[in-house]
């Protein structure tokens, strides 16, 4: 599947706060463990509630985790 | 393998097995017998039955296999596969009853040896399990 144009740093995040894993953020923001899997790949642009929990999660702003490349 | 994806994979391979036992019916009777309105309305309850026990059934395996996740409602991104998955579900069944009208309208000259009604019954299954079949490798492709 085509890589969307919406990248992050989210499997860097992980590791940096005491290397949580995708099912930890995946019960902490409220998705399923494939879900974090497919936005870590840029196979899926998630929703900006999820956007902003993962925000939340890290406790960093918005465009510090998700990058739009034109 | 997520929890939704088995459970799509598993109600696919339910309705192909419905499927085949209703297309067998259907082809091993006469072409008077697929119109008697008895034996089809008779065939649609033992489908339904069929369908509706081989369905709990597989969701109670499923779920004691996997209690966790069994009560968790679909993500935003299941939910928007689910939807792609239908509208595929929906295109092949409004293929089928295009193409049962057609047939309905050519008539006997036409060659296929099913009824129009069990045609019908025929298209809902097939466009259910392409549905779940694009559901499934949807979920599977991420």
């Known amino acids: 599947m085509a890589k969307l144009p919406i990248t992050n740093t989210i499997r860097a995040l992980r590791f940096e706060h005491g290397e949580m894993t995708q099912q930890q953020l995946a019960e902490i923001v409220g998705v399923t463990r494939q879900t974090i ?24 702003p918005l465009e510090k985790i998700f990058q739009y490349n034109r | 393998m997520s929890y939704t994806q088995k459970s799509r994979l598993l109600e696919m391979v339910i309705t192909l097995i419905v499927l085949f036992n209703y297309m067998q019916s259907v082809l091993s009777m006469t072409p008077q017998a697929q119109m008697d ?14 369908t509706v026990a081989m ?8 779920a004691a296999f996997n209690a966790k996740y069994a009560n968790q409602a679909k993500d935003e991104r299941e939910q928007s596969i689910a939807l792609k998955a239908k509208s595929v579900s929906l295109y092949i069944l409004q293929i089928g009853v295009v193409h049962t009208v057609f047939s309905m309208l050519i008539g006997p000259q036409y060659g296929l040896p099913i009824s129009p009604l069990h045609q019908l019954v025929i298209v809902a299954l097939l466009s259910d399990v392409i549905g779940k ?7 599977y492709r991420g």
Do not use: D, N
């Not at chain 1, 899997?37 to 642009?45: C, D, F, V």
């Not at chain 2, 309105?37 to 069929?50: D, E, F, P």
């Not at chain 2, 079949?133 to 979920?139: K, N, P, Q």
């Open chain 2, 55 to 62: 369905l709990i059934v597989m969701h109670i395996i499923l």
């Open chain 2, 37 to 50: 309105v008895t034996l089809a309305s008779g065939l649609l309850i033992s489908l339904a039955i069929q």
């Open chain 2, 133 to 139: 079949g694009v559901e499934a490798w949807l979920l």
């Open chain 1, 37 to 60: 899997a497919a936005i870590e790949a840029a196979r899926y642009s998630p929703s900006l509630e999820v956007a902003f929990k993962i925000a939340i999660v890290f406790g960093q």
